[in-house]
């Protein structure tokens, strides 16, 4: 005989809100034939409704890039979220690649796509032992020797379609369409290969720490906003560059250290050293980490010198070939062209310490190289101890991205020989933050900082013809991640300030130069004409000035906010649970 029916018991829902009881259906006969089939009534030991992922029930993050992938939060569509997002940073960077590059249609020189299309050239048609002395006044090779081996390969590939774009000599200044959809093709093509796969790894390892109270909903945020950080992609495909490569071995080596195989961090982050030595901006923070793991909580000898084993051996693979090709001296011109002090103190305008100050204390007029060389080195040492002991007396996995970012931006301010794109070094921690919270503070001043971090190379990218692509990118980021809404600006009034100054001062230069360049002026009258034409005779870089010293206060406080946080996140132990699972 059936079990007698009981009434179901309501099961709380964090995604429903219970309705009302159902009525008790009345027992039936048991009936034979097919109505035998028909399970019955429902009985006390019937299964539970479905509910909803918790996922689903999430409210959407008041910013754009929230509300895009809300409809992707639920259990049953997050498959969707990597290609979808892998197709839109694919479209982005595409997009940009249309537009004009560094020194395009630019003599004598050009520029720095004719660097890289000059390296595939002489490391095809020379032997390796001549790959950095050869004719060095024309963009002579001054990366390490992963960026040869990459150039190499490139270079065979694109000789296998047209071996004219890398005839040696007769290809240079080459501007070719065809070359210009070859060249952007690999710089994406590398950047999928390592950079891309890189930030899926570690923002899936940083999600497994027990500080991460991220659901996969916001993740997919951290990981969108990472993938379409404009400024790299302006670099990488407007300007062209490889920084993504070199970028990509860090995360790399990050995502293995947040996993425990720290031999594999060192060697991921040694072939980061070797594609750019400009990757000399984490190496401190990396090293305190590792040091600390060997000390604390009891001194490790063997795990100390395991790590420095794979540390000297992967160098060692890296120099080998070049090495057997040319013997020392061909090692020691490697590392002559990859630190080249005799340069100066910048290049160009740069938004660090030394060029901020220029207009008041005349540095290079005052100092000799040496001193300027020491001075820097002093200035570096003191910006990067703080994060670098923190690190070191509190080695653990969520503070990483912090401590990289804290060192990242002391080197940026204060070393010796900074480019405008090095910027990119403390960005890319620093925008990583975002894949271990999203609270309104975190999202206001890495979108802010981004901006900021745009605006500092407009005069390069302006120089490149990249205006259009600039412009679009920056707006786009800028609405993306909710500038104007609710978590535009931090929750402090004086962190508010900070940014509205910012920001005021970026729309007032931008604005200048508009008028400047149109000749606006012309309409005031022509004795504000004389005033303004006499201002710029005697201060001509008058609006690059105005960038360096707006973006300067701009990264120092960046710099700030970093250690102070560093700071107060050693003490977070984590709970082990999430807050928006």
């Given at each position: 005989m059936a079990p007698r029916p009981t009434?179901?018991?309501?099961?709380?829902?964090?995604?429903?809100?219970?309705?009302?009881?159902?009525?008790?259906?009345?027992?039936?006969?048991?009936?034979?034939?097919?109505?035998?089939?028909?399970?019955?009534?429902?009985?006390?030991?019937?299964?539970?409704?479905?509910?909803?992922?918790?996922?689903?029930?999430?409210?959407?993050?008041?910013?754009?890039?929230?509300?895009?992938?809300?409809?992707?939060?639920?259990?049953?569509?997050?498959?969707?979220?990597?290609?979808?997002?892998?197709?839109?940073?694919?479209?982005?960077?595409?997009?940009?690649?249309?537009?004009?590059?560094?020194?395009?249609?630019?003599?004598?020189?050009?520029?720095?796509f004719e660097a890289q299309r000059h390296w595939m050239e002489i490391t095809t048609n020379l032997p390796m032992k001549e790959w950095y002395f050869h004719d060095l006044q024309w963009w002579g090779l001054d990366y390490p020797?992963?960026?040869?081996?990459?150039?190499?390969?490139?270079?065979?590939?694109?000789?296998?379609?047209?071996?004219?774009?890398?005839?040696l000599h007769t290809s240079r200044t080459l501007d070719n369409y065809h070359l210009k959809l070859f060249m952007r093709s690999t710089s994406l093509l590398s950047e999928y290969l390592i950079y891309i796969p890189s930030v899926l790894l570690l923002i899936?390892?940083?999600?497994?720490?027990?500080?991460?109270t991220m659901s996969k909903y916001d993740?997919?945020?951290?990981?969108?906003?990472?993938?379409?950080?404009?400024?790299?992609?302006?670099?990488?495909?407007?300007?062209f560059q490889y920084n993504s490569v070199m970028l990509g071995f860090t995360l790399a080596a990050l995502a293995m250290f947040t996993r425990d195989h720290l031999l594999w961090g060192s060697f991921f982050f040694v072939l980061s050293l070797g594609f750019k030595?400009?990757?000399?901006?984490?190496?401190?923070?990396?090293?305190?980490?590792?040091?600390?793991?060997?000390?604390?909580?009891?001194?490790?000898?063997?795990?100390?010198?395991?790590?420095?084993?794979?540390?000297?051996?992967?160098?060692?693979?890296?120099?080998?070939?070049?090495?057997?090709?040319?013997?020392?001296?061909?090692?020691?011109?490697?590392?002559?062209?990859?630190?080249?002090?005799?340069?100066?103190?910048?290049?160009?305008?740069v938004a660090n310490l030394w060029c901020a100050l220029n207009p008041i204390i005349k540095f290079r007029q005052r100092f000799s190289t040496t001193t300027l060389q020491r001075l820097s080195l002093l200035a570096t040492l003191a910006t990067i101890l703080p994060p670098c002991l923190i690190?070191?007396?509190?080695?653990?996995?969520?503070?990483?991205?912090?401590?990289?970012?804290?060192?990242?931006?002391?080197?940026?301010?204060?070393?010796?020989?900074?480019h405008e794109k090095s910027v990119l070094l403390p960005l890319m921690p620093t925008t990583l933050i975002l894949a271990q919270g999203l609270d309104r503070d975190t999202v206001s001043w890495v979108s802010w900082i981004n901006n900021i971090a745009n605006f500092s190379m407009w005069p390069l990218l302006r120089r490149d013809g990249l205006s259009l692509q600039y412009t679009i990118m920056s707006i786009f980021w800028a609405w993306l991640m909710g500038l104007g809404g609710k978590w535009s600006l931090p929750k402090s009034n004086f962190g508010k300030l900070v940014q509205l100054g910012a920001y005021a001062g970026v729309l007032g230069l931008h604005v200048t130069e508009l008028v400047l360049?149109?000749?606006?002026?012309?309409?005031?009258?022509?004795?504000?004409?004389?005033?303004?034409?006499?201002?710029?005779?005697?201060?001509?870089?008058?609006?690059?000035?105005?960038?360096?010293?707006?973006?300067?206060?701009?990264?120092?406080?960046?710099?700030?906010?970093?250690?102070?946080?560093?700071?107060?996140?050693?003490?977070?132990?984590?709970?082990?649970?999430?807050?928006?699972?």
């Open positions: 009434s179901p018991t309501p099961t709380p829902s964090s995604s429903f809100t219970p309705g009302p009881v159902p009525r008790t259906p009345s027992p039936s006969p048991r009936k034979k034939g097919p109505a035998a089939l028909n399970p019955g009534p429902p009985s006390s030991s019937k299964k539970k409704k479905p509910t909803r992922s918790v996922s689903f029930a999430l409210l959407a993050l008041p910013f754009p890039l929230a509300s895009f992938l809300h409809p992707l939060r639920s259990t049953s569509n997050q498959w969707l979220v990597v290609p979808a997002i892998l197709m839109v940073a694919f479209l982005f960077r595409w997009a940009v690649g249309l537009g004009p590059y560094s020194g395009m249609a630019c003599p004598p020189m050009h520029g720095d020797p992963l960026t040869a081996y990459h150039s190499w390969l490139c270079g065979r590939i694109g000789t296998l379609i047209n071996p004219n774009w890398f005839a899936r390892s940083l999600s497994f720490l027990p500080q991460t993740l997919a945020i951290a990981t969108t906003s990472i993938l379409l950080q404009p400024a790299l992609i302006l670099i990488d495909h407007g300007h030595q400009m990757a000399l901006y984490y190496a401190p923070a990396i090293f305190f980490y590792l040091l600390g793991l060997c000390v604390f909580p009891r001194v490790n000898i063997p795990g100390l010198l395991a790590i420095g084993i794979a540390t000297v051996s992967t160098f060692a693979i890296l120099l080998l070939p070049l090495f057997i090709s040319g013997g020392i001296p061909t090692l020691a011109q490697v590392v002559h062209r990859c630190f080249p002090f005799s340069r100066g103190l910048w290049e160009d305008k690190i070191f007396f509190n080695p653990r996995k969520h503070l990483l991205p912090l401590a990289l970012a804290g060192c990242a931006w002391g080197f940026f301010l204060c070393s010796f020989q900074v360049d149109n000749g606006m002026v012309r309409s005031l009258g022509s004795g504000v004409e004389k005033k303004v034409e006499s201002v710029l005779e005697r201060y001509p870089d008058l609006i690059v000035v105005g960038n360096v010293g707006v973006c300067f206060c701009a990264f120092a406080w960046m710099y700030g906010w970093t250690v102070a946080r560093l700071w107060r996140e050693r003490l977070v132990a984590g709970t082990g649970k999430r807050k928006r699972e």
